[in-house]
């Protein structure tokens, strides 16, 4: 059974940091693209960022892009999204989705149940 | 980037009945288009992909059609567990966007 559990939310003041982390079982975590999407409270659906299954290719929303920085360790079956310079309008739930299939970038099948996060002084 | 537009925003119908959804693309997404449904403190969960493609364990009461900038979620008669909100995405264009939602609620 695929699992995917969110991590690393809390409060942090504007301007501050926080490390996300998704850990992956039940798959071959190397094999498929990861991507985090963000739901504001009261709000919708919010793509942020994916990452290939190697790693090698990321993409960013415009939004977040130059603050929050996509990785993955493969060996430790995690995906991280290290948010940077963070705002009042990055408070959201945050959650980790892995692609249908394996390959390259394809639909958000699986999720987590997400964290949240929450930006104010 | 590409802007999905979905209507009605709130759809308010009884069991039984039929509910239709719409999402259009400011451009062409081909057939590249999916349908969430999200239900409250729940993650959402993937019910059709490329356009009328059910994800696995998705009833056969939901169908999705369309190509290029209009597409439709048809829920042939709604069951009690399919008020909810319903999302569409695209992926054809970097970066992934996704519609703005429309709530199928208990008229």
């Known amino acids: 059974e695929v699992q995917l559990v969110e991590s690393g939310g809390g409060l942090e003041q504007p301007g501050g940091s926080l490390r996300l982390s998704c850990a992956a079982s039940?798959?071959?975590?190397?094999?498929?693209?990861m991507s985090w999407v963000r739901q504001a409270p009261g709000k919708g659906l919010e793509w942020v960022s994916a990452i290939s299954a190697g790693g090698g290719d990321t993409y960013y929303a415009d939004s977040v892009k130059g603050r929050f920085t996509i990785s993955r360790d493969n060996s430790k079956n995690t995906l991280y999204l290290q948010m940077n310079s963070l705002r009042a309008e990055d408070t959201a739930v945050y959650y980790c989705a892995k692609d249908l299939i394996e390959g390259y970038f394809d639909w958000l099948h699986s999720w987590g149940q997400g964290t949240l996060v929450t930006v104010s002084s | 980037e590409i802007v999905l537009t979905q209507s009605p925003a709130t759809l308010s119908l009884s069991p039984g009945e039929r509910a239709t959804l719409s999402c259009r693309a400011s451009q062409s997404v081909s057939s590249s288009l999916a349908w969430f449904q999200q239900k409250p403190g729940q993650a959402p969960r993937l019910l059709i992909y490329?356009?009328?493609n059910r994800a696995t364990g998705i009833p056969a009461r939901f169908s999705g059609s369309g190509s290029g900038t209009d597409f439709t979620l048809t829920i042939s008669s709604l069951e009690p567990e399919d008020f909810a909100v319903y999302y569409c995405?695209?992926?054809?264009?970097?970066?992934?966007?996704f519609g703005g939602g429309t709530k199928v609620e208990v008229k």
């Open positions: 490329d356009a009328s």
């Open positions: 995405q695209q992926r054809s264009y970097w970066p992934l966007t």
């Open positions: 039940g798959f071959s975590f190397s094999s498929y693209a």
